[in-house]
Nanobody, 120 residues
Framework: QVQVVESGGGLVQPGGSLRLSCAAS????????AGWYRRAPGKQRELVAT???????DYADSVKGRFTISRDNAKKAVYLQLNSLKPEDTAVYYC??????????????WGQGTQVTVSS
């Protein structure tokens, strides 16, 4: 069974940092592209950052300069470094990855989400 699982969320004070991880498992050859999304209470899900296999990245304006997305192809993992956190960054963060399976087709996967709470 192919899946992605997030980890690394938690409670942090404003100005603090967290590192989220997204690990893909199962019969997967590679991660084609991946992204992090978030959903704050009462708001729609929004795209936070994306990364292609060619390590091209893109960010929402609200997180540019503060968040960094990266990937480790050997580990089939994607990361999101969150710095200078603000209370408005509080949300459930989701990993999305399009993976190439060993069967030769793409599979679009979502994780279960990890809570990030920024509060003093």
């Amino acid at each position: 069974q192919v899946q992605v699982v997030e980890s690394g969320g938690g409670l942090v004070q404003p100005g603090g940092s967290l590192r989220l991880s997204c690990a893909a498992s199962g019969p997967i050859l590679s991660i084609r592209r991946a992204g992090w999304y978030r959903r704050a209470p009462g708001k729609q899900r929004e795209l936070v950052a994306t990364v292609t296999r060619g390590v091209i990245t893109d960010y929402a304006d609200s997180v540019k300069g503060r968040f960094t997305i990266s990937r480790d192809n050997a580990k089939k993992a994607v990361y999101l470094q969150l710095n200078s956190l603000k209370p408005e960054d509080t949300a459930v963060y989701y990993c999305n990855a399009v993976v190439l399976t060993t069967a030769g087709y793409d599979n679009d996967l979502w994780g279960q989400g990890t809570q990030v709470t920024v509060s003093s």
